[in-house]
């Protein structure tokens, strides 16, 4: 075995000494030496070993200089050799090769075919072996990923680098190197426009990217070149931040577009796309909540370009918990996530739409047909300047990907098998081309041929450049990921390597035995304890900060997007749809089963108010059961589809007020059918429009009770427990409404009824027909049930102003529930 020779940096008064057989050098956190010099790059220059020797190689924008002089690769012996990164005086690190400072031990047996994991699977008898760091001391968090085994070395003999392009990207991603804007182009001096309409001088096939994105206006003599952000919907981020207009662009600069990665030289944008910008890097990750427990402890952990990782472990172990902290949804309170070279959480707003995360219910409206699905999901989720053609190509594009183009005109819920639904709402988190794409349990329910199926198809999709990681509760297929990271009670990793490597680390000879030995107190002094690990145990909060809102689009476009689905939905829903024309069918004949033949007329009674009242009675039950029926399991039977998209953006004030509109509109109308026919054919209402007015306030009254059913679909957790809140509802309207008994008069049962929806509707009905006029001034006198346009008015106002103060409750109510899944 070659002795490789030691490596010692010196920069901005630190010294480091290094076995090898890699150190980085630049500005990003990750690098073993940050420099913080504004014309070094990211990752400026690589120091490696090759054929036992040091040597740089340079990875920047700007150059890295020695002795004045341009360096692009230089081979290292003993003298001190000074690099300057950026230019001929920026900043020096200095470095030398000093002798080795111990022999190596003997060479282990051949082990060059098993692939190297950041945690080695060992049998349960053995140690875990520790590795040389430059410091003796235990690697600290934020420190996980420098202290990895080193690569494989290829049977070419040519190093393996991190940094190096990637070897598969993720559909749409620029290859490395690439660029989209060359000098010749800036020669002309004119402003060039970057977007994804082709009219555009640089045309960036993005589905994030905007019809008209940004603009580069190009150096001039003693002036950097500057680019504009045209209100991009998804931004534009030059070096993290967000552009607000028009920022300068310094040699060097990172700048995103969407999903795509460029570095300005100066006089090009070349695409970055390395293995190390592609891989996921989880450092130090706990979950500390109230009282101090712990829901993750110290997970660390990399996931390369093209692999699948599934997450096992007992109920309890923090499956979730780690997929909330990896997605950036519930940030961990400890530790960092690093994707594309940044940590996640400072810069989640430059990275949110590079994550897709399918949860464990399906995210599409069963009722809809898969087409009519994903492109709803599509109007909701791309630029608000995608075109319909754009859309519909999005679609086919991911319907082909999860092999669903012969399904799009199915119905999801009853068309398509379980494997088939959950191919949907990966499609559904596809629409924005995501290179990192995490699941939970998606197999859950499923049959084995089914699980099978899904799992095979992850494979695939990491096999087309992405990271995938699955939670799951399954162990049928973990033959198809490269990775199982196995969680143990507390959270903290107890496996984390290849499948073969799972049953030999823990001694056992299946997976039930496994578990069982996870439950295991002594679980830690049965099976080594993983490498890397640190304590965490005095560690304070780290990380409070709340997850920024994402953009939104438009409000009008969200709403009529959201109308439109919800129209959709009912036309598609046979059974609402039945519910909507039968319901006031069937309640309208039950009015006319009430005795007499004088209608709603009291004049026709010869004064009489008793067949007048019951059939007004009936009316007002039918309105405040159709009301509530149509409404009441609508909020909590999509939550899971509404929080997927709260999270990618959806406002919850709209997509309230979208129910509203369209059920409280079928409500009105089932108002008015239910009193047409209770009335037709029989005397009408005495007074001008009488029966009209009736309509109106039944109308008015169903309509409210839809506000009032959403409210309460949002306040329950269950369709179980809608039934028996529609039940009490609906009886406590009656009770409170006046019809069945006196309610004026009787302190604080009156004060009560008037919150009740129905005090108000059966008030305004009466005072349309005079009901009450006969007992003015005495004990039975309802004043606000009084004939006249005065008091009619007011019901109807008071009725109005109970709808509203519903809806404002039911907004905070839907917010505090898209809230919950962040908590």
Known sequence: MCVVDRLQVQWAGQTRTFDGPRVVVGRELDCEVAVTDAKASRHHVVLQVEDGAW???????NGTYVSGQRVSRLQLTGAPVSLHLGGPTGEPVVVSVLA?????????????????????PLPPVQQPASRPVPTQEPAPAGEFWKNLPPPQVPASGGPVDAWRPAGVLPPGQLPHGHSVVLPQQLQTGRSLTIGREQTNDIVLADPLVSRHHARLDPATPGAPAVLHDLGSFNGTFVEGHRVQGAVQLPVGSEVIFGNQTFRWDGHQLIASATAHEFTLYADGLTQVVAGGKRLIENVSFKLE???LTAVIGPSGAGKSTLLGALTGLKPAS???????????YQHYDQLRFQIGLVPQQDILHPQLKVRQGLRFAAQLRLPPDTTAQEWDHRVQTVADQMQLTQRLDNRIGTQLSGGQRKRVSIATELLTAPPLLFLDEPTSGLDPGLDLEVMRQ???????????????????????????????????????????????????TNYPEVFDLLDDADLWQRIPVPQHSVDTSSLQQSYAGAVPAPPRQSASRQLTTLVKRNLA?????????????????????????????????????????????????VLIVAACLMGTALAIRELVGERPIFRREYAVGLSPGLYFTSKVLVLGTAAFVQGLVVTFLAAVGLPGADGTAGTFRVALAIAVLSAVMVVIGLALSALVTSTEQTMPALVGLVMLQLVLSGALFEIAGRVLLEQIAWLSPSRWGYAASASAIQLVDRFEGTDRADWIAQSGAGHYLMDLVMLGLLGAAAFGVGLLLVRRSAEAARD
């Open 100 to 120: 080795p400072a111990v022999p190596p031990p003997p060479p282990p047996a051949p082990a060059a075919a098993q692939p190297v994991q950041p945690v080695q």
């Open 334 to 344: 400890h530790g960092r996530v690093i994707w594309q070279g940044h940590d996640l």
């Open 55 to 61: 040597v740089v190689v340079d990875q920047s924008s």
């Open 569 to 617: 939905v009912v036309l598609a829903d046979r059974l609402l749809l039945g519910m909507l024309v039968l319901l006031p069918l069937i309640l309208g004949a039950l009015s006319r089963v009430v005795p007499g033949e004088n209608g709603l007329s009291v004049l026709e009674a010869g004064g009489r108010i008793g067949e007048a009242q019951q059939r007004l009675t």
């Open 458 to 508: 992850l494979r695939a999709l990491a096999d087309d450049g992405r990271v995938v990681m699955v939670v799951t509760h399954s162990v049928l297929a973990l033959d198809v990921c490269d990775n199982v990271l196995v969680l143990a009670p507390g959270g903290r990793v107890a496996y984390f390597g290849p499948p073969s490597g799972v049953l030999a680390h823990f001694g056992k």
């Open 305 to 307: 370009p093209r692999s």
